[in-house]
């Protein structure tokens, strides 16, 4: 189960993600178009 959900600053692109995508995608930015992310954009499900 998702424990966050994700909301591209960038393309708006809403992920729900558990712990280990949510820092993948801290380290690598947006998995849909590579915008750099920071941890306001994911919020507790
Ligand atoms: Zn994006």
Redesign the pocket.
Known sequence: MSEYEFT?P????QIDVNTPVREATLSHG?P????SVSQEHFSRQ
């Open positions: 591209c960038d393309c708006g692109q947006c849909v178009c590579g915008a």
